[in-house]
């Protein structure tokens, strides 16, 4: 059974066709890296697919039911697709905890018990148990990002969406979230990646998508995209990537 | 429910005098309202104490007390220490003068700090004195961005002409309520008055849009 | 010939002044209150994508801020009550035309504060499946209303001041307090002197709370809107 299934989706920004035709099947269990050079596309087709943005065109199934346009329709898609973004977007007047619950009480209308409860669990996941009471005032931008991931496991997502995660961050930063991610990777969590951490990609990868232009570009193994990619704009890419080292 | 203006047709002429008396009034007050307010403005900046507690008195009275208060102070407090009657014109236009005098003298007074030291500095070094470098370096490019908040006052110097009609100055709501009162159509008449202001008003209300999207534009 | 000050009668009558001030801070709060409530639907409905929504109430917020406050209380004591055929106490009028007077003016406080807020909160919230007005609740309006309270506290200050208008239809607030003492001691001088003292040290006072509340938020890092 296909977990999410796109097809045909274009979107334009006034005149700049962004996405050009995007067509993807998601099987469970996938680990897909999206990559590309900035405005390829990448972030938009990921906002795309959790109707963060509206395509103008294409379908999007989930679970071999393809989603309509009405507001409640996709906020119940919301529900079942987790996203975490290179900003974060943590909300600032809530503590660590605050966050993660904020999704099972207001959505899922949990008691305020169960979701403290769940929501312990997953700060506990990404290593943040200590931290509940903090502010995210007060956390370094590794442990906001955590926050940020504990607080989309916590509505218990068919799918997760990964914008661009470490781009945000200080470099000696990085390694705990993508520790996190690879984790989450290991368990056998679905995913879409954006991401310029090619090594990372590389690993813990089972496709990785080459977007340029508006459209899929080029996908394959992380084996044939990365390490013995076919054309030449993949190339030129991974070139420019030079600290990438298998 | 029958809504007839024809009352307050018959009734032009009045509504003209009444257009006519709002509009001298807010005249006076906004001249002198504006340019007391530079003066004030500028004491506010002063170096010397002498200047600045003064002003600053000035401001914190007038802004924090209420202009009708201040009107009928004038009307029927003053005449008391005074060998002369205070025409009701006189009043209000003390009271809303001195009042956006206050008002506008915290316009002037940030716009001013709102222009960089590196200006001072500059003026200084070619030998301006305090009064040459305010007026020709730092006022000009200050006036430009308070032309927003000062056409924002001159509205609601527009607006607080009505409260001459408080001591029967003849203005336009006191028109409208000589109409009211004469035709028993209060509704006819408030609401004209209402339309005639904001016939007024409106275009000065855009014209404010207009400049602060320009200023927000060219800095 | 020096004039003799005389304030016995004035200080003698204070019982009558302190009604007055007590039906002024009445109008205030009671006006306050209300304009805040009506103030965040005018502002929800202007920000709102359906124009059955938003036309009415930018039509409300602009007559509001367009036409004279005296002007509007006339006519909401003495149009209004044959219109709808309903009496209007002074203090009705008052507390109508004032709380709707407030309301245009927070709408556009509301609307600011509420666009104030980075997308990125409107992202995560939408991101956990959140309707928009959840998102709005428990997300977008406590962060705005922080940042909102300076503006709010200057539209308290200025409505102090406006409601001396109600003396203008006898309601007994201060100012017409001010008016019959004046008329009953024939001590016009020493009356509207002492009513202006009372009106600018509250007012004074109130202007200074809400000068240290925003060097408070300053402090705190928190950006504020006007």
Redesign the interface.
């Known amino acids: 059974m296909t977990l999410l299934k796109v097809g045909g989706l274009t979107k334009k920004f006034g005149p700049q066709a962004v996405l050009r035709g995007i067509d993807l099947d998601v099987q469970p269990g996938e680990r897909i890296a999206i990559l590309g050079a900035s405005g390829s596309g990448k972030s938009t087709l990921l906002r795309c697919l959790n109707f963060m943005e509206m395509p103008d065109s294409g379908t999007v199934a989930l679970d071999d039911q393809v989603v309509g346009r009405r507001e409640n329709e996709l906020v119940k898609v919301r529900q079942r697709i987790g996203m975490v973004f290179q900003q974060f977007n943590l909300f600032p007047h809530m503590t660590a905890i605050g966050n993660v619950m904020e999704g099972l009480r207001t959505v899922r209308r949990f008691a305020k018990r169960d979701a403290r409860a769940r929501a312990e669990k997953e700060l506990a996941r990404v290593g943040l148990a200590d931290k509940a009471e903090t502010y995210p005032a007060h956390l370094s931008g590794g442990q906001k990002q955590r926050v940020a991931i504990a607080r989309a496991l916590a509505m218990d997502p068919e799918l997760l969406l990964f914008d661009e995660p470490t781009s945000a961050l200080d470099p000696e930063l990085v390694g705990e979230v993508l520790n996190v991610i690879r984790a989450l990777a290991e368990e056998g969590r679905t995913m879409l990646l954006v991401t310029h951490e090619l090594g990372f990609a590389y690993h813990v990868a089972t496709r990785v998508i080459f977007l340029a232009d508006g459209t899929i570009h080029e996908q394959g193994t992380p084996d044939e995209v990365l390490k013995h990619p076919k054309k030449e704009r993949t190339q030129a890419f991974l070139a420019r990537h030079k600290e990438f080292s298998l | 429910?029958k809504w007839d203006f024809s009352s307050v047709f018959a009734n032009t002429d009045a509504l003209v005098v009444g257009a006519a008396g709002t509009l001298h009034i807010f005249a006076i007050c906004l001249v002198a309202g504006l340019s007391l307010g530079l003066v004030v403005g500028l004491g506010r900046y002063a170096r010397t104490p002498w200047f600045r507690w003064p002003a600053t008195a000035f401001v914190?009275?007038f802004?924090?007390?209420?202009?009708?208060?201040?009107i009928?102070?004038f009307y029927?407090?003053?005449p008391?220490?005074m060998p002369f009657e205070i025409s009701p014109l006189a009043a209000a236009a003390l009271g809303i003068s001195l009042n956006s005098a206050a008002f506008s003298a915290e316009i002037y007074r940030g716009g001013i700090q709102s222009i960089e030291p590196g200006q001072w500095d500059g003026a200084r070094a070619l030998g301006m004195s305090w009064g040459q470098a305010m007026r020709r370096i730092i006022l000009p490019q200050a006036l430009k961005r308070m032309t927003p908040a000062l056409t924002n006052r001159a509205i609601e110097i527009?607006?607080?002409?009505?409260?001459a009609?408080?001591v029967a100055y003849v203005e336009l709501?006191q028109q409208?309520?000589l109409i009211?009162s004469l035709n028993y159509n209060?509704?006819e008449?408030?609401?004209t008055?209402?339309v005639i202001?904001?016939v007024f008003?409106?275009p000065m209300?855009q014209f404010t849009y207009v400049l602060e999207r320009r200023l927000r534009r060219s800095e | 010939m020096t004039y003799r000050w005389d304030f016995t009668p004035v200080l003698a009558n204070a019982p009558l002044l302190a009604e007055g001030l007590v039906n002024t801070l009445k109008v205030t709060g009671v006006s306050l209150g209300c304009g805040l409530a009506i103030g965040l639907a005018l502002a929800l409905m202007r920000l709102s994508r359906h124009r059955l929504a938003s036309w009415p109430a930018g039509f409300v917020i602009e007559v509001f801020r367009t036409t004279p406050p005296l002007v509007q209380l006339f006519w909401f004591f003495f149009a209004l009550p044959l219109i709808v055929g309903l009496s209007m106490t002074p203090f009705l009028a008052a507390c109508v035309t004032f709380s709707i007077q407030s309301a245009a003016f927070f709408a556009e406080v509301f609307r600011a504060g509420i666009q104030s807020i980075e997308r990125g909160q409107w992202d995560g919230a939408r991101a956990i499946g959140m309707t928009h007005g959840q998102a709005l609740q428990r997300i977008i309006l406590p962060q705005a209303v922080k940042r909102m309270i300076p503006a709010f506290m200057e539209r308290a200050i200025e409505l102090m001041k406006t409601t001396t208008l109600v003396a203008t239809i006898a309601y007994a607030d201060l100012l017409f307090a001010a008016n019959e003492l004046s008329q009953k001691t024939f001590r016009p001088l020493e009356t509207y002197t002492v009513v202006a003292l009372i009106y600018f040290v509250v007012i004074f006072l109130a202007s200074q709370i809400a000068r240290l509340l925003e060097l408070r938020l300053a402090r705190s890092g928190e950006s504020t809107v006007h």
């Open positions: 429910m914190e009275f802004r924090n007390t209420p202009v009708l208060v201040q009928l102070w029927f407090a003053l008391m220490l527009f607006k607080m002409s009505t409260l009609s408080a709501l409208g309520k009211a209060p509704i008449a408030y609401t008055v209402a202001f904001f008003l409106w209300v």
